[in-house]
Every structure is written in structure tokens, then in C-alpha cells.
């Protein structure tokens, strides 16, 4: 995992245009479950981190990492914000300059575990986390980034099967079924546009 | 402006202060009011609602400016409607650091009756701890 400035600035540019390209999307999936403003939210969220991708960029990995994630939660609001905040600033704080893959499959399962103390959520409970935990197994197996982006669209799909636990889609109970959890469909266009680039550029 | 201190404090900060966390600035403004019309001007009072953007939702620094304009040596309260609002909160109570933060409690109550209750019991000189678990006993 060694990325270096110009990846990470492409990195944040990708995630941003994935998330613009597919913002009325997720703020539709949102409106059939939630208050119908994850689109706008994620968009606000990724604009700020790009709006600082030449100073991010030239951090060091880990510290790049928690600093995005503090954008994210200063800018995303709603739920969002703090889930995707907490993932990343738990991620920058638990990350050694050289981390081995191990060290960052390590890294990214106590993340998650952040994640899910956070949103007093678990598997299964309609959120990202039922993505963030299939993709997290996938990195402890070394898999390539194509199954992981594979995955983690598939992970999304099947939140679409489940009630809502948590957030305001719970309060529907089971009319929450049948429809994608738009955290989950953000999660993984997120991992998918990260795969890609990963897949592009480190071949391995 | 989607955050304000309900009035000046300066002379108020032996008692714990209370701070109303809404996804709507009205509700928030309007909660305020209600503690404000119980209790006067004798607990420090702030309350924030809306996203940065002035719609509905909850953010990170509206929820940190009110905790500041709210704060008080014996404590804040904090009171908050649905899920973004607690998750939002949190972060900004982990922001202020671990000594102002312990000072800080998020309580399970519901928002008016809850802000009300405990500025009624804050006005009297109360313990954050004490504040904390009256607006508490509201909820089931």
C-alpha cells in the first residue's frame, strides 16, 4: 500500500466524481427509506476533501487519511458524516507509515469496529457496515481489487433484502425492504472507484 | 446562522448549561424558548439545528459553537432529536478532548420535555450528574 502524492490526489478526485456522477442516485434511494439528502450530503462532504486534495495529498498516508476524514465529518453531516469520519480518521490514527498488507487488513477490522460502536449497528442492520464487512474479509484474503469491488457491489445490492435497524429507515420496519440502503450503495461505488484505480495502477 | 447562544452567560456559569441539538432550526429555536420562558436567564442556553447548509440535518461545528456558547465549568447537557443528531454530537463532544469532554453528557430524553426538566433542575444548582439522570427518567 504504497501511495504516493499524485495517487492520492487522483484517488480523492475519483472518489469525487463517483460520488457527483451518482449523487441523484443515492439521494433517490434515500428518499425511499430515509430523509432523501445522502446524495447532496456525500457530494458537500467529497467537495470539501477535494477542494483540499494538493495539501491532503502532500501528507503523509496516514495523516492524509485522518485529515480527510475530519473534512468528512465537518462537511457531510447527517449520519454519514460520522460513520465515513470515523472510518478514515480511525484508519490514518492506526496506520504506520509502512504498513504491510496484514498491518492494514488489522487496521481497517478495528476501523470498522469504530464504525459500528459509532452507529450502535452490526451485520445485517441495512447500513455500510454490511458492505465495509464482506470488503474487509476480502483484504484479509489478499484478494485482487477487481473482486473487491465485486463484492462490495454485490454487498450493497443484498442490503436491498434487509429490514433497517437503525437510522431513520427503521422507523419503516419491514417497508424497508426492497430497497438499497444508500449508505451501502455509497460505500461501495467508493470502494469500487478505488479498486479500479488500484487495479490500473498496481498491478500485482 | 443556524446556531446561537439563547442569551449571554457570563453570569450564569456556576450551573450546568444545556444545549438543544435539532435537525430542524426551529424546533431547536423554538425548544430554547421553552426552557428560556421555565427557567430565565440563570442556566447558560444554546441551541443549534440544521446542516451547514441551512437545511434539515445536524452538523459537527454547529453542535461544537453551541457546546462552546452553552459551556460551563459544572457542565453541559446536551439534548438531541433522531439518530444524526446523537452520532454528529458525539463527535463534537470527542473534538472538545478528553478533560472538557467528561463534562459533557448526551442525554436519553426526549428534546423539549428533556431540555426543559433539566434546566429546571440545573437552575437550582444541581450536578451535572444529577441534571443527567432527571431529564432521564423520561425515558422509558
Known sequence: MQLDAADLAALIGLCR??????????????????????????????????????????????????????????????AAGPLYGTLLMELGRGLGSAATPDEFAATLEHAIAAVARRGRSGPGDKTLLDVLYPVQAEVVRRSAPGRIAACARSAAHSTGAMQARRGRASFLGPRSIGHEDPGASSCALLTAAICGYLEEHRPS | MNARAAQPAASSSANVGIVIVSHSPLVAKGAADMVRQMVGDCVPLAWTGGNAEGGL????????????????????????????????????????????????????????????????????????????????ELSP
Open chain 1, 17 to 78: 466524481a463517483e460520488i457527483d456522477r451518482h449523487g441523484e442516485h443515492l439521494s433517490a434511494l434515500d428518499s425511499a427509506i430515509g430523509d432523501g439528502d445522502h446524495g447532496a450530503n456525500m457530494r458537500r462532504g467529497l467537495e470539501a476533501v477535494f477542494a483540499e486534495r494538493d495539501a491532503i495529498a502532500a501528507l503523509p498516508l496516514p495523516a492524509a487519511l485522518e485529515r480527510i476524514g475530519l473534512v468528512l465529518v465537518m462537511n457531510i453531516g447527517g
Open chain 2, 57 to 136: 440535518g445536524t452538523h459537527v461545528a454547529g453542535i461544537s459553537a453551541a457546546i462552546e456558547a452553552a459551556w460551563s465549568e459544572a457542565g453541559v447537557a446536551v439534548f438531541v432529536d433522531l439518530g444524526g443528531a446523537e452520532t454528529n454530537s458525539e463527535m463534537a463532544v470527542e473534538r472538545l478532548g478528553p478533560a472538557r469532554a467528561a463534562r459533557v453528557a448526551i442525554c436519553n430524553a426526549p428534546l423539549v420535555e428533556g431540555a426543559v426538566v433539566a434546566a429546571a433542575e440545573a437552575s437550582g444548582g444541581s450536578s451535572l450528574a444529577k441534571v443527567v439522570a432527571t431529564a432521564e
